[in-house]
């Protein structure tokens, strides 16, 4: 019997982290992204700004979270989320900052061998209790038009479409994606 939990990341987590990052994203975005991109992806790099990220966030309010599925002899780091107030990163073209008590999700990420046994539920509800905390009251995502995993994820749990969209070029490709929101004093439900 597993038994699923999660907890703030920690520096020795950083190069997990990144590795079910690029597993992840190889695999879930793979017909979305040019193959070479994703092929030119180096774990080290994305472990080096992991590592960063957990031992010098640039606030109190950004965390980085992970999902870990322990067994009856050893655990397993599964996934991971990570979030903190919106910033330029959480804009759409040409929009105005947006308030201080709206969180962004940065990345929500399970591993695609751990999906559907609760690991993204659990993430998710840990962050919306950290987001309570640090006094949010909306949070916001971007989703790819095109990764209906997250989309139908998000959408169990409360997140709906807020109007903005934007596409990112990747190697002269436009990748569109549209931003989700939900309010923090609601409590998500999952999967």
């Given at each position: 019997m597993a038994l699923g939990f999660v907890r703030p990341a920690r520096p020795e987590d950083a190069a997990e982290i990144a590795r079910i990052q690029l597993s992840t994203w190889r695999t879930a975005y793979r017909r979305m992204f040019p193959a070479h991109v994703l092929a030119s992806l180096d774990e080290g790099y994305l472990a080096r700004g992991w590592t960063e990220a957990i031992t010098a966030p640039p606030s109190a309010r950004h965390r980085v979270l992970i999902a870990v599925e322990q067994g009856e002899s050893n655990a397993h780091v599964v996934g991971f989320a990570a979030?903190?107030?919106?910033?330029?990163?959480?804009?759409?073209?040409d929009e105005k900052p947006l308030p201080d008590d709206v969180a962004a999700v940065t990345d929500l990420l399970i591993e695609p061998r751990w999906g559907r046994r609760?690991?993204?539920?659990r993430l998710l509800a840990a962050a919306v209790?950290?987001?309570r905390d640090d006094g949010f009251r909306t949070a916001v995502a971007w989703v790819y038009e095109a990764d209906d995993a997250m989309r139908k994820f998000l959408g169990s749990t409360g997140w709906e479409p807020d109007g903005a969209g934007r596409?990112?070029?990747v190697d002269d490709l436009l990748v569109p994606q549209f931003r989700l929101h939900v309010a923090v004093n609601e409590t998500p439900a999952g999967d």
């Open positions: 979030s903190g107030p919106a910033d330029e990163q959480a804009l759409a073209p609760g690991h993204g539920s209790d950290n987001w596409a990112l070029d």
